[in-house]
C-alpha cells in the first residue's frame, strides 16, 4: 500500500459487513463505488474499473490497459491490475471477466462466498459471472454498500465543503443574474461559469468530474438549471430563454461535486415583490426550515423531520400538499440512496450528509425550492451550503 | 398521438425486430433507450422512465407523477401513465411496478413473451419483473435494440448536425486559447462556455441535457477536457493547471450533444514547433486520414476501415502501437457499442453515425489524439464536425 495514500475507515467498514455475513470478496463495479474503495474515477467508463474487496487487507482495482497510467496517479490502492490489450502494455487477460477469475483464484476464494451490487449489475454481467464461478454462492452487496456510505469519512467531508463553496459560488452569481432580469439559460450559464473560475483559480489539485454512464461520461459536474415562473411543476427542466416577469418566483438548482463528492444549494428568488399566495407558501417553507433546525442532531430520525415538516404544512393550510420526502441522502451520488420521508427507519449519526429540502408544490398555484446540504456533527449540524438564506428578494 | 409529433421510423424498425422474434412487448428502461422511443428525458432518473413498446401502434410511456408535466410537454408519444404519489396527481398504482404490471394486462401480454434490456437491467430489478410475471418468457432486447440505434432517422441527423456545430465551436474557441499558452482548465471552461453561449444565442428550442446515472443526472452535457504534453499517455482526466511548453503537442477533446444526440470533436494542436518524433507521429495519422477519407461510403466493412489503419501504422513503422479500435459508433451516447476493429462484421450503410478517429500512442514517446463524427450518406459520407483539420500549429 502507498504509504502516502491510508486507507479510508470505509473500506474497514465494508470489511466488517463482510464478516458479519461470511463473505470472501465483494467485487464491485457501479462507478460511484468502485470510486468510494479504490479513488478512482475515469471518467470514461466503457471498459469496466472493478474493486475487490478481500475479507482483509487492501482492495485491489482491476481496470483496462488504457487507464494504466491514470489509474496509478488516482487510486489510493496500489494493487492495480490490467485487462485488455493497449499499445504495448502487459495485462492479465483480454477482457474483465477472465482477469477477475484469476484474481479470485490468486485470493483463493473463487469457490468461496462472493458479493455483488444487485441493485446496478446488469443482469447479463451477472450471468457472465456466476457461469464462470459456478462454485461461488453469490449475496447482494448493494444493501450493505449503501449503509457504509451513509457515513462520510473525513476526506470526504473535507471535498464535500469545496463542493458546498462551489455550489455557493456559483448561487451568488445566479442571483446576481436574476437581478438582471436575463432569461433561464442566461442565469444558468452564467453561474456554471462562475463555478468553472472559482474551481481553475482556488482548487487546483480538485477534480470536478461526476459519474457517467457506461455510453459516456460526465467531464464536468457543475450544474446549474433554473426554472421560471410556472415553468417550476416541470420540476427539473433543461433551462430555456424564458425570463422572469415582475412578480415572479425563479428557481435556481445547483449541483457541485469535489473529487466526486456532492452539494446542493436551491435556492427560490423573488423578481420583485411576490403575489401574496406565493409570498405565503415562501414564508411557510421558510418557517418550517426554522422548526427544523434544532433536530438537526444525533439521535433525531428522518421520520421525524418529515413528520414535524407534515405538520408545519397542515397547520398552514396545504395537508393536500405533502411531499414524498424532503431530503435525500447526498456523496458520491447527488441523489443518494437515503429519503427522508415517513417510513424511514434512520436515526442521524455524526458523518451523515444529506438535502434538507421540505418544499411546495400546489399544481398551477405556487412553489418553492430550497434546499441546503446539510452534515451532522458530533453535537449538531453544519450546514455546508452557506449562501443567502430566508426570503431572497431582487 | 399527437398528430404534430409523428412517431419516428425507429419505432417501426424496433417492432419489425420484435416481430421476427416474436415479441408481445419490449419493456425499455436504460435512459438512452427510453428516450430513443419516448422523446423524453426527465434529466434525474432516480424515477425510472420505462417505455412499453407493443407488438402494434404507439409506445406508451410511464413515469412518476412529478414528472407528469414534464413529460407530456417533451414526448413524442401521447399515451403516458403515471406512477407514485405528488402533490394532487392521481397514479396507476405507488410504484412502477404496479404501474407496469397492469399496462402489460391492459394489452393483453402478460403472459406472454416480453423483451427486457439484459445488458442494462439490474438483477434486482430482473427479479421483481420475473417474480410478478411469472407466466411471461423473458428475452433479450438489448441487441436489437443497440442493431437499430445503428441507423439515425432524420430527426436525429437534424441534432447531430446542430450537436457538431456546438463541438466546432468549443474547438475553434479551444485553439484560440491554446494560442495564449494558458492551461489544460482554462482552455476547456472557456470552451465549454463558447458552447454555452452559442447555445444561448442560436438554440432557443434544443436541450443539452446528457443522459446521468441512477444517482444524479447530467444537467448539461457541452463538454471540453484537454491534455497537455506528457498527460497524453492517461487517455483521459480532468483538466489541470498544466500549461504547455513550446514544442508540445495539446490535445482538445469535445463531446456537445443537441436533445441526446452526440458529436465528438478532437483535435491535437502543436504549441509551437514539435519535436520531429511528434510531428512524424501527426503526419501519418493525417496520412492515414486521408486514406480512409474515399472509403467512408456504403459497402465498406468497418473492419477494413481498421485494416488500413493498421496497414497505414505498421507501413510508418509503428507496427507494435495498433490501437485496439479507431473509432466507435455514436448517437444517443458518446460512446455507442460499435467498434471500428478487425473483428467487426458491420458494414457501412445511409444513416450510420461514427467516430473517425485512428490515433497513435507510443508510451512515454508521443500520441495524437483527433477525432471527428462522420455521417454515412447514400452516396459517400458528410463531416458532420467540421472544425479546422490538418495540421494545426499555433
Chains 1, 2 share one sequence.
Not at 411576490?274 to 426554522?290: C, F, G, H, M, Y
Not at 398552514?316 to 447527488?334: C, T
Request: net charge negative; aromatic share 8%; hydrophobic share 40%.
Amino acid at each position: 500500500m502507498n504509504a502516502a495514500r491510508p486507507l479510508p475507515d470505509r473500506v474497514r467498514r465494508i470489511q466488517a459487513e463482510m464478516a458479519e455475513r461470511g463473505i470472501d470478496a465483494t467485487i464491485v463495479f457501479k462507478p460511484e463505488n468502485s470510486f468510494l474503495l479504490t479513488g478512482f474515477n475515469p471518467i470514461i467508463y466503457s471498459h469496466p474499473v472493478i474493486a475487490i474487496v478481500p475479507a482483509e487487507g487492501e482492495p485491489m482495482m482491476l481496470v483496462h490497459a488504457l487507464r494504466d497510467d491514470h489509474g496509478r496517479a488516482s487510486a489510493f490502492v496500489s494493487d492495480i491490475r490490467l485487462y485488455g490489450a493497449w499499445s504495448t502494455k502487459v495485462t492479465m487477460g483480454p477482457n474483465w471477466l477472465d482477469a477477475l477469475v484469476s484474481i479470485l483464484g490468486e485470493l483463493g476464494v473463487a469457490s468461496g462466498r462472493l458479493a455483488l451490487e444487485e441493485e446496478f449489475v446488469p443482469l447479463q454481467r451477472y450471468r457472465q459471472i456466476t457461469e464462470r464461478l459456478s462454485d461461488a454462492d453469490f449475496v447482494d452487496a448493494s444493501h450493505f454498500i449503501d449503509t457504509v456510505r451513509l457515513i462520510k469519512d473525513p476526506d470526504q467531508i473535507e471535498m464535500a465543503r469545496l463542493a458546498a463553496k462551489l455550489a455557493d459560488t456559483g448561487m451568488d452569481e445566479a442571483v446576481r443574474q436574476i437581478a438582471q432580469g436575463v432569461s433561464e439559460r442566461e442565469i444558468s450559464i452564467q453561474s456554471m461559469h462562475a463555478m468553472n473560475r472559482y474551481w481553475t483559480e482556488n482548487l487546483p489539485d480538485i477534480e470536478v468530474a461526476d459519474f457517467g454512464t457506461l455510453e459516456g461520461g460526465a467531464q464536468n459536474g457543475l450544474w446549474t438549471w433554473t426554472l421560471v415562473g410556472d415553468r417550476m411543476f416541470f420540476n427539473c427542466d433543461n433551462p430555456t430563454l424564458r425570463r422572469p416577469q415582475r412578480g415572479e418566483a425563479v428557481s435556481v438548482f445547483i449541483w457541485a461535486n469535489a473529487n466526486g463528492i456532492h452539494a446542493e444549494n436551491e435556492r427560490t428568488v423573488a423578481f420583485g415583490p411576490l403575489p401574496d399566495v406565493n409570498r405565503r407558501a415562501l414564508d411557510t417553507i421558510l418557517d418550517i426550515r426554522e422548526t427544523l433546525r434544532p433536530m438537526l442532531r444525533p439521535g433525531t430520525r428522518y421520520a421525524d423531520l418529515f413528520l414535524a415538516t407534515k405538520a408545519g404544512l397542515e397547520k398552514a393550510g396545504y395537508p393536500d400538499n405533502i411531499p414524498g420526502r424532503i431530503g435525500h441522502g447526498i456523496g458520491l451520488g447527488a441523489h443518494e440512496h437515503s429519503s427522508l420521508d415517513a417510513k424511514s427507519e434512520l436515526v442521524l449519526e455524526p458523518g451523515m450528509m444529506f438535502t434538507l429540502e421540505p418544499n411546495l408544490r400546489v399544481p398551477g398555484v405556487c412553489a418553492t425550492q430550497i434546499s441546503d446540504t446539510i452534515l451532522i456533527t458530533d453535537t449538531g449540524c453544519e450546514y455546508l451550503t452557506q449562501s443567502r438564506g430566508g426570503y431572497i428578494e431582487v
